[in-house]
T-cell receptor
């Protein structure tokens, strides 16, 4: 199994509070991704990174920011959490880009509830 | 934009039945195509992939063939087991946007003993 962990695994927070989710990998893979999973929507990309300090927006990036200061860590921050951000968040890593057939390895997920 | 459409579930089958999950895509150029599977309480994992037309991906008894003429990548298994109960996602990565995967909505499959 790819060495990828997410923390925390579960979190309950209140509307308006900041929240940071952490993804940590031990594989030294170049690419890292944050997705959210909601019923009926599959997985939607929030942000991704193609190297240290190199990040870009995905399809649902509003209300989220990311940082990657080290190869192994990719942080997702909700600046001011809203109830619409209640979801399961998955981190993924890959050595090669998916356009070149690269496999993405997924973490176990973080279940976030915003009250 | 680039997208995949997969059949809606849920799908319920008996053990040893034949499974097909349809997936069609819209993309410019020649995308890479993937099937991922999510078992209960876990993250997704790659089931199989194909990177060019007419390629067949296979794994764990599952198969899918990249059909450019019908823009399809249907997943099939000849004889399912209870352990195949999971959510299956079709995904695409277009050459023009290499970094990203676009996922379908997922199909929930339940296999009864």
């Amino acid at each position: 199994d790819a060495g990828i962990t997410q923390s925390p695994r579960h979190k309950v927070t209140e509307t308006g509070t900041p929240v940071t989710l952490r993804c940590h990998q031990t594989e030294n893979h170049r690419y890292m991704y944050w997705y959210r999973q909601d019923p009926g929507h599959g997985l939607r990309l929030i942000h991704y990174s193609y190297g240290v300090k190199d990040t870009d927006k995905g399809e649902v990036s509003d209300g989220y920011s990311v940082s990657r200061s080290k190869t192994e860590d990719f942080l997702l921050t909700l600046e001011s959490a809203t109830s619409s951000q209640t979801s399961v968040y998955f981190c993924a890593i890959s050595e090669d880009s998916p356009g070149q057939g690269g496999e993405q390895f997924f973490g176990p997920g973080t279940r976030l509830t915003v009250l | 934009g680039d997208s995949v459409t997969q059949m809606e579930g849920p799908v319920t089958l008996s053990e040893e039945a034949f499974l097909t999950i349809n997936c069609t895509y819209t993309a410019t150029g020649y995308p890479s195509l993937f099937w991922y599977v999510q078992y209960p309480g876990e993250g997704l994992q790659l089931l199989l992939k194909a990177t060019k037309a007419d390629d067949k991906g296979s794994n764990k008894g599952f198969e899918a063939t990249y059909r450019k003429e019908t823009t399809s990548f249907h997943l099939e298994k000849g004889s399912v087991q209870v352990s195949d109960s999971a959510v299956y996602f079709c995904a695409l990565s277009a050459r023009s946007n290499d970094y990203k995967l676009s996922f379908g909505a997922g199909t929930t499959v339940t296999v009864r003993a």
